[in-house]
């Protein structure tokens, strides 16, 4: 039998910042084989990174401490060996991508420079070198025009090409092993499949061995041999995808799956794609007609004077009251835009957003207060949306206090709000930092709730969270649109969500609805090649069925 590139033998990680000290990493032991992928599974919180990064022997504060195992690589015990020799591991051996490349980027350093200086520092290779191989690993990781892109900065790529750059200084001193780390949670569903299919192709073709960090067992099945599901710092349990997957052992790893969203097979419904929008109340709630949204770029006399950038392009969307609508679409395809312009958060350029019978456009100020008053919206970063110095209390009574709740009845209002989204009525006394994302994003809920809204807007507000946490949220905007009659416009990028929740959906691609219509037969049978494409790239728990990854963006055809 070959022996394991990577052996890791009841490995302890401990935190010394309390007495006793805090076991984070208990015993674990896994291998990892040449030109394997090993997709590493579990919550936020179960240690997956921090054992990464003490396999690296990164961990990010000296009150962590390996204090027990081994890590064989190579003949070598990394966890005893010399700072000076996990210098010489670290890049040049194993290699790492983080999940947020842009605060792993350096903002003033041009990319094929922190490519490039990696493979000075390892290889003792001139600068003229060391620019030619970085400028082939940029073409290697699919930059268009390598030679060129060399020389931009971080901020001037998109989010998908700043993965694929970090991926590029993982992988300029040619590692045998690459840890990822979360790196498609960020992204699109048609840049993760892309992303996914470059780390599939680099591992054929250069024979890399991988530890795939991530919540989301739809990208596991999808690109991985082995898994390993970690839970409070454990591994509770270790095999091959397939037998996992149809057989978990662990009710964990039973639980992890049935968490997943995936696409459902079933056929379109036989109902017509407006049935929605014209059954029941004859009265739209909301009502937008030929909306346009446009920037101003900037630009000078040299460019030939001020450039527009339209954002939304003659949107038309018509909502009932009581009905659950999805926009879908790319990063940059205008869904945030609109939310933001329907709310009255930015600018009309032209059409007309009508809410409960009032126009912004014609009675802005009485449209705006009607808004208001009986909408609200809950964002994509749940801790960043809350104020850090206010309780969950504090921020809940505030709103309330705004619009006119007696001061008496707003404890009893707070109780009612965190009862509403399942939250203990202790959390009404803890600021922001001391909760999980799943706990910050259900006070942001309490928080849209305590107006009695019409009208909900998410944006995005589930893409930061774990797959299981994800649930949680969709299955509670289910229950409070059934309990409050509440109206919901869901914004999302992660396609099997919007199918789940959601009655109608919307294909948004570079400002224009190029599809609408039930979600069911949105899904079951696509008419736009850019709606087919985002369905075919989403990844599937099943193993077997093939993530589609476009090789270009498809254009939107004419409806």
Known sequence: MTAPLLSVRDL?????????PRRLIDRVSFDLAEGEILGLVGESGSGKSLLCRAIMRLLPTRELSIDGGSVMFADRDLVRASPADMLSVRGSEIGMIFQNPTSHLDPVMKIGEQIAQGIRFHQGASARDARAAAVEMLAQVGFPDPSRQFDNYPHELSGGMRQRAMIAAALSCRPKIL????????????IQAQILELLLGLRDRLGLAIILITHDLGIVAQTCDRIAVMRDGRLVEQGEKRQILAA?????????????????????????????????????????????????????????????????????????????????????????????????????????VIFGGTDLAGQPRQALAKLRRETAMVFQDPLNALNPRLTIGETLGEVLRVHGMPREDVPRRIDELLDLVHLDREFAGRKPRSMSGGQCQRAGIARALAVNPRLVIADECVAALDVTIQKQIV?????????????????????????????????????????????????????????????????????????????????????
């Open 12 to 20: 302890v990680v401990n935190f010394h910042g309390e007495t006793p």
């Open 179 to 190: 840890i990822a780390d979360e790196p498609t949670t960020a992204l699109d569903v048609t």
């Open 248 to 352: 978990p052992r662990h009710d964990y790893t039973r639980m992890l799956i049935g968490s997943h969203p995936s696409l459902p097979a079933e056929g379109p419904s036989n109902a017509p794609a407006d049935d929605l929008q014209t059954a029941g109340a004859a009265q739209p709630i909301l009502e937008v007609n030929d909306l346009h949204v446009t920037f101003d770029a900037g630009g000078s006399v040299f460019t030939g004077g001020r450039r527009k950038i339209s954002a939304v392009k003659g949107v038309n969307l018509r909502i009932m009251p009581g009905e659950t609508v999805g926009i879908v679409g790319e990063s940059g395809s205008g869904k945030s835009t609109l939310a933001r312009a329907i709310l009255g958060l930015t600018p009309l350029s032209a059409g007309h």
């Open 475 to 559: 299955d509670l905007f289910a229950e409070l649109k059934a309990r409050m009659d509440l109206t919901l416009l869901f914004i999302a990028h992660d396609l099997a969500i919007v199918r789940n929740l959601c009655e109608r959906v919307l294909v948004m691609h570079r400002g224009e609805v190029v599809e609408e219509g039930t979600s069911a037969s949105v899904f079951s049978r696509p008419r736009m090649p850019y709606t087919a494409a985002l369905i075919g790239a989403v990844p599937d728990i099943d193993p077997d069925k093939k993530l589609l990854a476009p090789k270009s963006e498809p254009a939107p055809a004419a409806a």
